[in-house]
């Protein structure tokens, strides 16, 4: 406000930066609040060295952070800034003897365009920020009139997704994993659907915001008790045991009685333990808790793997420390197989890695017989992908069973 009342005499302009680390949620349930407080410090220390002197830069709470950049002279200048941010941000963290890395998204709004008052500015400025979240973060956004629009769709959002539990507009599809060997089905991966007013919303859309909202706890319970009670449904109907593979969040792994709760739904739906398999991502493990959780969930009996492996910070030291069953190489390395000889040399040493340390590996986003044939060469347990079947509602993965038989794990 005071910056406001000084500008209009010298003809400048003043922007206000809303910054909100990139899934900072993720990191504060598996470093823990001490480290991830310690990250905050170092993020609001380098922001201040990103600014000038006459410049201001303020923690609101939680992970989220303003700049006021006061007496500018052009827009380039305001992206100059941000764009030294980002890549301020964007350098490693070293914390607790470990090397971590963030990024942030960056809404800007600017005086007097697109505000003339404080709480206009921070409002707007709060609104691009979720405009460069919605461009997958590490990104800045400056403030236009229809995002004040998607604001309002995404709060609306937000309180459907808070009653679609309760009104049973979630449903589970089913993505076949194929045995390598026999070529049969060795289980299914279950993905979350919500069909909100008769349309399919993106999982891309609403899980960020579940995590955000903490409401990712009971859907999560929901998946893993729904897939549970369908698996041990296809056993009664004679089908041959399967898997059935679920993906935790990183709030799940985090909870004091996870092993209880999964104990307790594996008890109630009657599903013995090894038809289980649990998927985390390898950033989601990298503290001493979740390993504690991941040694107790293996000792309940069910399987544990890494998804989407080779996009985190994994090391050889934790994946000996982990108690794991299976990697799945993460989608992205398949794209160009086997023409593209770095994902060659990718997926063979994640392969070799893996086969050495008597893991199962997956091979995700298979989609051509060319990428077939690649990774026949190297003897990888599993394949999951188009090429073979898309996620599938249940009728059709249960048509599918009767003509693909299932290989017991």
């Known amino acids: 406000s005071q910056a406001i009342t000084r500008l209009p005499w010298h003809d400048r302009l003043a922007a206000v930066l809303f910054l909100d680390i990139d899934r900072f949620k993720l990191i504060n349930d598996t470093l823990g609040h001490g480290t991830a407080d310690l990250m905050l410090k170092a993020v609001g220390e380098r922001l201040v060295e990103c600014v000038r ?3 201001t830069v303020a923690r609101l709470g939680g992970d989220e952070f303003t700049v006021l950049l006061i007496d ?51 409002k707007n400025a709060d609104s691009a920020m979720y405009a460069a979240k919605d461009r997958e973060g590490n990104n800045y956004q400056f403030y236009s009139e229809d995002m004040g629009t998607q604001s309002s769709g995404r709060l609306a959002m937000e309180n459907a997704l808070h009653h679609a539990l309760e009104r049973g507009e979630f449903m589970l599809y089913y993505q076949p994993l194929m045995d390598f060997t026999s070529g049969n089905m060795a289980g299914v991966e279950v993905l979350l659907r919500w069909n909100r007013d008769g349309e399919i919303v993106s999982p891309a859309e609403f899980i960020p915001l579940a995590e955000e909202t903490g409401l990712i706890v009971p859907i999560g319970e929901w998946v893993l008790r729904t897939a549970c009670t369908q698996n041990k449904a296809w056993q009664d109907q004679g089908f041959p045991p399967m898997r059935v593979a679920v993906n935790l969040s990183g709030r799940q792994l985090q909870l004091p009685h996870l092993k209880d709760t999964i104990a307790g739904i594996l008890q109630e739906t009657g599903l013995q333990p090894c038809y289980l398999e649990l998927e985390l991502t390898e950033s989601m493990m990298q503290s001493l808790q979740a390993t504690g959780t991941l040694r107790a969930l293996k000792e309940l009996g069910v399987r544990l793997a890494i998804d989407d492996f080779g996009t985190g910070y994994s090391s050889l030291s934790h994946l000996q420390r982990y108690p794991l069953h299976k990697l799945k190489i993460d989608q992205s390395f398949m794209r160009n197989l086997p023409a593209d000889q770095n994902n060659v040399a ?21 989609e051509t017989a060319e990428q077939l044939a690649f990774l026949r060469t190297l003897a990888c347990d599993e394949l999951q992908g188009y090429l073979f079947s898309r996620p599938l509602p249940l009728a059709e993965l249960t048509k599918l069973l009767k003509n693909i038989p299932a290989s017991s794990p």
């Open 346 to 366: 990718i997926v063979t040493a994640i392969v070799a890695m893996a086969q050495s340390l008597n893991l199962k590996v997956t091979a995700e986003g298979v």
């Open 53 to 55: 002197d006459g410049d």
């Open 72 to 122: 500018v002279a052009a827009m380039e200048d305001i992206s100059a800034v941000a764009q030294k941010i980002l890549d301020s941000i964007a350098q490693p963290y070293e914390l607790d003897g470990q090397q971590f890395y963030i990024t942030t998204s960056i809404g800007i709004c600017v005086y007097p365009p697109d505000g003339t008052d404080a709480a206009t500015l921070l």
